[in-house]
């Protein structure tokens, strides 16, 4: 606040605390209320919603009231109540057909309702009567005309303008269908049926259609019969039996009796008497033949029969017979015709010469039909008079081809049947359907979209040109008024289309057409109907179907959607609105379908949700789960077409309880325990928790045993450390991304009551190779026993677990093979009894037996070691004596050789030194370059993989034969710091004989060497200690695939490269 005055204003108070005003009802109703027809029992309501400064109130409590009443009955007002403050439209259903309503409005909220719009009106959609007329009845009033009467349909079940009364009617038992009489108008209420079989018993019902289609007949069905009249003639009157003195006469009632037959008279005279000196017999009802006797031989007999019902006799049916004994079988018709002109669409007329009677007078002809192109033969009558030359066959199909034959037959039988004709076509009939799902949408403000499906290929009698739309504008709901468009039809609008104009995509094999008319008026009402025509004419139309031009649904489905998983039970839908140029008016909202991926039929649901949301969130859904999701936007016109389907998966969750537990093969210490997998997953399943422990505490300790079983393929727990007696509590649980619920059983550990004692008297006896283990039967259970199992407890496990089970009852031994036992272990067995009650009490235990297998002293490893060992001893003596026999052999056969030559090589080794040597008589020169380390000049013992020597000899002089050979020495590297390097000369005489025979006899160089400590990289070092000086040089003895070294002079003893393979 602030006060003024005449200097000025002063400034403004403190603000005062918040003043909450009290709450009141809304000051208004809804506005813009407009109603619509939906349907023949439905009225579509809309309003533009409160602003949120009119709730005068909490939001969530405002919502809307909608009173609706027929102005002939005011008192019985119906309310519908909305409870949505934002809905802006509603569709109230269950209303009478073609009723008149009157309809308000109010808003409230918590603290009262608001004053009531005012009153609007609407008619539900003109339908088909919903009860059939009253008072039906029906009275023969001659042989063939019967008198129906009935009353008008009950005003409120008449749905609509009563346009007339259809009549149906069926003769019992012969006709397939039921026939149509049509009385126009809504004055006459009674018909005479005229043309009718003579007594026949006719169904009859009477029921009456508006403009939409025919209403429900009445019921029930009315039987009336025509009355009765003279019969009709005998049919197949035949003479099998003809003698010279006498014939026999056989025939078949009337094929229309008109009443009931009484009986039968046969008149027959001479052809050549007096046409009034007939015979006459009268015979009974039942009577189907008669023989006549005393005929004068040779002669012609006229016969006459007749029926006869209590209206008097019937025309007679009359046969010429010739008294002879010289008869046979007539020719076949010939010469069959089907003019062009006497067919039309569902008849024809065929026509024929008849063949040779062969002495016995035609009696009838049989004529037959066949559809093409694949139909079967069939008689269309049996019947026919034998003095025709022509038929009618009716009942035809229209624009289908037909072939006839036709066979005669006179008292000796049937004839062959003639030639086929050929192929006749009836002639096209308008169709006899109208197009079929006939619907219309709006497409834009303007123009509406017509689709339907064309006629059944059988009610189409002939070739289906195109389709006729007749749409006219409903100016009101009571107004009936037509516009013209056509010269054709003034009462109609009519857009014709042809498959060869307009519409190109139209043709008679289509089973799917649509059009769009255009330039129609907005917000205006309009009806629809369609037919089919061809060349003949038009179908009948389809019924007619309403629509409302000026909102168009939308053309398009929203854009970008996504679907996000937020939790195992949630996913959320995110879009956008469809294009502006397709939305065809303003968006109300928007239809949000989502089902099961693989169930979409079974699992579909739907929500709707209204502007300005383009977000919703699907709670309630089942976890790890893949669900698709497609969207609709909607306007005032309509829904428009849904989105591609999009998918989302929702999370995993904890999974539902196990679907069972089982326990199997229970003894008094093991127990197999097995689940099912869960019913609801709810995830991928990781694997399972078995928990179990004794309901009360063994020896004063409860143990809680825990196991993971990893993976979903195994679901089945071995459980083998149970105490005898002891109840257990078990408990399972699967896993995913957590534990869900567990499921509990409790089982009771062995033996079971009534279940057999323990064996007794086990033993175990043991072989080479097996067990064999015997017991004998123990007392019996409360049933025989059925059989046996063994149980075992290894030394290196301690728990007793099943062995072997289903030994046969008979049983009381079984052997068990070494090698399905682990070597070196020791077992314990003992035999368990069992009958239908289960696992008996289980035997002692056996003696502790060893599965080890005794082998044979020659099949332990110690001996063949022995053995292997000798052997290669032996081998190694015979190659030495071989050795050295050869090579003295060959030493003797080079010292007989002459024309010596020195030869001189030069080889580089590790460590230095230099060393001469000459042996005695072969002025054998040897250089050697030995690099120093550490001061010494000891040669490097070779790796025995480093040099491949021989023992071949070098001299090849031998048998007096003198050969030059040259070969190389080659050593393998020992040591990192190894040099190399090589002085060789000519050879013009090889050695006589080989070095390592003269060293290996010379026992001055035994044992010569010994080993000296490794120093630096090389693997072995070795020093001499025996001899003399070292020389600075040595030479190399070459040979064909080795080499070794000798000493320079006969003091020295350096050792020689491999050499020390012969030490």
Not at 200 to 213: D, K, N, P, W
Not at 521 to 529: A, G, L, P, T
């Amino acid at each position: 606040m602030r006060q003024v005055n005449i200097v000025g204003a002063s400034p403004f108070s403190q603000s005062s605390r918040v003043i909450q005003t009290l709450q009141a009802p809304p000051d208004v109703a809804p506005t813009s209320i407009t109603v619509r027809t939906a349907s023949e029992t439905s009225l579509r309501l809309r309003w533009v919603p409160l602003p949120d400064s009119q709730y005068n109130g909490n939001p969530e409590s405002v919502g809307y009231r909608i009173k609706y009443w027929r102005p002939d009955l005011r008192p019985q007002a119906l309310a519908q109540v909305i409870n949505d403050r934002l809905e802006r439209e509603f569709t109230i259903e269950g209303l009478e057909e073609w009723t008149e309503y009157e309809l308000q409005m109010q808003a409230f909220n918590a603290i009262g309702a608001g004053p009531w719009s005012e009153a609007v009106r609407g008619r539900t959609r003109e339908s088909v009567p919903s009860a059939a007329p009253e008072n039906v009845s029906a009275e023969a009033v001659s042989s063939t005309q019967i008198l129906l009467t009935w009353a008008s349909v009950p005003e409120q079940d008449q749905n609509g303008l009563i346009l007339g009364y259809k009549i149906l009617f069926r003769a019992k038992e012969l006709d397939p269908e039921p026939r149509s009489h049509v009385v126009r108008g809504n004055h006459t209420q009674s018909a005479l049926l005229t043309g009718l079989r003579k007594f026949v018993l006719y169904e009859l019902q009477v029921l009456a259609f508006t403009r939409i289609g025919n209403g429900v007949p009445s019921s029930p069905l009315l039987l009336e019969r025509t009355k009765d009249d003279a019969p009709g003639p005998p049919v197949r009157l035949v003479f099998p039996e003809v003698r010279l003195t006498s014939v026999r006469i056989v025939w078949q009632p009337p094929e229309e009796p008109n009443g009931i037959i009484l009986g039968y008279q046969i008149a027959y005279r001479l052809a050549s008497s007096s046409p009034n000196t007939f015979t006459t017999v009268e015979v009974g009802a039942t009577v189907r033949q008669f023989t006549a006797t005393e005929l004068a031989p040779e002669s012609a007999y006229i016969f006459r029969l007749s029926a006869k019902t209590r209206q008097g006799w019937g025309e007679p049916l009359e046969a010429t017979v010739i008294t002879t004994e010289k008869r046979e079988r007539p020719a076949p018709p010939r010469e069959l015709l089907v003019p062009q002109a006497e067919v039309t669409a569902r008849s024809l007329r065929l026509q024929w010469v008849p063949g040779s009677d062969g002495a016995s007078p035609i009696r009838y002809f049989t004529v037959q039909v066949r559809e093409l192109p694949g139909g079967e033969w069939h008689t269309y009558s049996s019947s026919i008079s034998h003095e025709a030359t022509a038929c009618a066959v009716e009942r035809l199909r229209p624009f289908t081809s037909y072939k006839l034959r036709l066979k005669a037959t006179n008292d000796i039988g049937d004839s062959d049947f003639s030639a086929e004709t050929d192929a006749v076509t009836t002639l096209q009939d308008v169709p006899g359907e109208p197009p079929s799902s006939v619907s219309v949408t709006p497409h834009t403000t303007s123009s509406v979209l017509i689709q339907w499906q064309p006629p059944r290929d059988e009610s189409l009698n002939g070739l289906l040109q195109g389709y006729r739309i007749y749409y006219r504008e409903l100016e009101s709901e009571a107004s009936s008024a037509t516009a013209s468009k056509t010269l054709k039809t003034p009462s109609a609008l009519r857009a014709e289309l042809t498959a060869q104009s307009s519409f190109k995509t139209v043709n008679s094999s289509s089973t799917l057409t649509t059009y769009e008319l255009t330039h129609l008026k907005k917000y205006r009402r309009y009806e629809v109907i369609l037919t089919a025509y061809n060349i003949i004419g038009e179908s009948p139309a389809s019924a007619p179907v309403e629509v409302f031009v000026g909102e168009a649904a939308p053309a398009m489905a929203p854009q970008n959607v996504q679907v996000t998983p937020l939790t195992a039970s949630q996913l959320e839908v995110t879009w956008e609105p469809p294009p502006p140029e397709s939305q065809d008016g303003n968006i109300q909202g928007y239809k949000v379908y989502y089902w099961e991926a693989d169930s979409q039929n079974e699992t579909e649901k739907m929500k709707v949700l209204f502007l300005p949301e383009t977000v919703l969130k699907l709670k309630n859904l089942t976890s790890h789960t893949p669900y698709r999701v497609s969207i609709s936007a909607f306007n005032a016109a309509g829904d428009g077409p849904r989105s591609d389907p999009r998918q989302g998966r929702t999370h995993q969750a904890a999974p539902g309880t196990p679907s069972f537990l089982a326990f199997s093969e229970i003894t008094s210490t093991t127990l197999n325990v097995s689940w099912g997998e869960p019913v609801a997953a709810n995830g991928v399943l990781q694997g399972y928790r078995v928990v179990y422990e004794p309901l009360a505490p063994v020896q004063g300790v409860s143990k809680v045993v825990t196991v993971d079983v990893k993976g979903n393929w195994q679901r089945w727990l071995k459980v083998r450390d149970l105490t005898k007696g002891v109840t257990y509590f078990f408990r399972v649980q699967a896993r995913t991304i957590a534990y869900g619920p567990e499921l509990q059983a409790n089982v009771t550990a062995g033996p079971a009551e009534g279940s057999p004692g323990s064996p007794r008297d086990v033993s175990v006896s043991k072989s080479a190779s097996e067990l064999t283990l015997q017991w004998t039967e123990g007392s019996v259970g409360r049933t025989p026993t059925t059989g046996y199992v063994i149980e075992v407890r290894p030394s290196d496990e301690g728990l007793w677990d099943m062995f072997a089970k289903d030994i046969p009852r008979s049983a009381t031994s079984y052997t068990v093979s070494l090698d399905k036992l682990r070597q070196g272990v020791t077992y314990e067995f003992r035999v368990v009894a069992v009958n239908q009650a289960g696992y008996g009490e289980p035997s002692s235990p056996s003696t502790a037996v060893s599965a080890q297998v005794e082998t044979p002293f020659y099949g332990e490893w110690w001996f063949l070691l022995v053995m292997a060992l000798s052997s290669l001893i032996v081998l190694l003596l015979v190659v030495f004596a071989l050795v050295l026999h050869g090579q003295n052999k060959r030493y003797k056969n080079c010292g007989t050789g002459k024309n010596i030559s020195n030869v001189e090589e030069t080889v580089t080794l590790d460590n230095g030194g230099f060393a001469a040597l000459e042996l005695n008589s072969r002025h054998l020169n040897v250089k050697n370059t030995f690099s120093k380390k550490n001061g010494t000049r000891s040669p490097p013992r070779p790796s025995p993989g480093g040099l491949h020597y021989s023992d071949e000899d070098i001299c090849n002089k031998y048998n007096s034969a003198v050969l030059t050979e040259s070969t190389n020495l080659k050593e393998k590297s020992v040591d990192a710091s190894e040099s190399e390097g090589t002085d060789s000369e000519s050879e013009d005489t090889p050695p006589q004989h080989s070095f390592v025979n003269h060293y290996m006899s010379d026992p001055t160089y035994y044992n010569s060497w010994k080993r000296r400590a490794p120093a630096g990289r090389a693997p072995h070092r070795y020093e001499a200690v025996a001899g003399g000086e070292a020389g600075p040089h040595l030479h190399t003895v070459v040979t064909t695939q080795s080499a070794v070294f000798a000493p320079a002079g006969p003091g020295a003893r350096t050792p020689l490269t491999g050499f020390s393979s012969f030490v």
